[in-house]
């Protein structure tokens, strides 16, 4: 039969080593940046149609809208490190303008912009670009 100092020395042991084990047990992971808000708007002045847009899903992969409607407008939520870029492209049939705009926060707070434009003096295609950027 074993001595109950042993034993107590040895449940001691064990509790330590649970213990030590599961020391975390119950805590949150640390927190990683917070994640972007990010809304992409295009929209024309005039006579001028945009066949379609094409923006970043915030993980490089482009989205194809053919057809948006008036003043389109998509919001997403992408993850810090994530990415931004767009391309429209339309039709202008007498002089008009368009703008396509992508805009970024962080919790309401940091936001930051870019945006491209183009003016027509008479009927042509009309391209604008985003270049790609990482949050």
Do not use: N
Request: glycine fraction near 14%.
């Amino acid at each position: 039969m074993r001595s109950p100092d042993f034993t107590h020395r040895l449940a001691r042991a064990a509790l330590a080593v649970l213990v030590a084990a599961g020391g975390g047990c119950g805590e949150e992971p640390p927190a990683g940046p917070a994640p972007f808000s990010v809304s992409y708007a295009v929209s024309g002045v005039g006579a001028i149609t945009i066949d379609s847009v094409k923006y970043d899903d915030g993980g490089g992969t482009l989205i194809k809208v053919t057809a948006p409607p008036a003043d389109w407008v998509v919001r997403l939520t992408v993850p810090a490190g994530g990415s931004v870029q767009a391309q429209a492209w339309g039709l202008a049939t007498s002089p008009a303008s368009a703008k396509l705009k992508v805009v970024w926060s962080r919790g309401g707070v940091d936001p930051g912009a870019d945006s491209s434009f183009t003016s027509t003096s008479g009927p042509g295609g009309v391209l604008l670009v985003i270049p790609p950027r990482q949050l």
